[in-house]
């Protein structure tokens, strides 16, 4: 199984980025989707996460600002990010926990991609 990940870049403090990561490999079914980031310095922390029935959850530093959504069909997680702050810019990872075609679960993280925000 692998994740790719995609969509990060340097943008303007109040501009908005779409990130992107794929599931691919020995799936049969998703369970938890979710984001995750990691600033210069700190701890990775918990972004976003979408349950396998659309049930989403934000932390509080995102909630409002952006949107996780999921599509089934292409094992694909988004992340929609909009007034973005300085304080975004972080590496994001996406993360999935899944069941392969042998049925076993594991958790499995995409590579991070580059989220800048500066004017």
């Known amino acids: 199984v692998q994740l790719q990940a995609s969509g990060g870049g340097l943008v303007q403090p109040g501009g908005s980025l779409r990130l992107y990561c794929a599931a691919s490999g020995s799936i049969l079914w998703i369970d938890f989707m979710g984001w995750y980031r990691q600033a210069p310095g700190k701890q990775r922390e918990w972004v976003a996460s979408?349950?396998?029935?659309?049930?989403?959850n934000y932390s509080v530093p995102v909630k409002g600002r952006f949107t996780i959504s999921r599509d089934n069909a292409k094992n694909t997680v988004y992340l929609q990010m909009n007034s973005l702050k300085p304080e975004d810019t972080a590496a994001y990872y996406c993360?999935?926990?899944?069941?392969?075609?042998?049925?076993?679960?594991?958790?499995?993280w995409g590579q991070g991609t580059l989220v800048t925000v500066s004017s």
């Open positions: 993360n999935v926990h899944l069941r392969d075609i042998w049925h076993r679960e594991n958790d499995y």
């Open positions: 979408i349950a396998s029935g659309g049930n989403t």
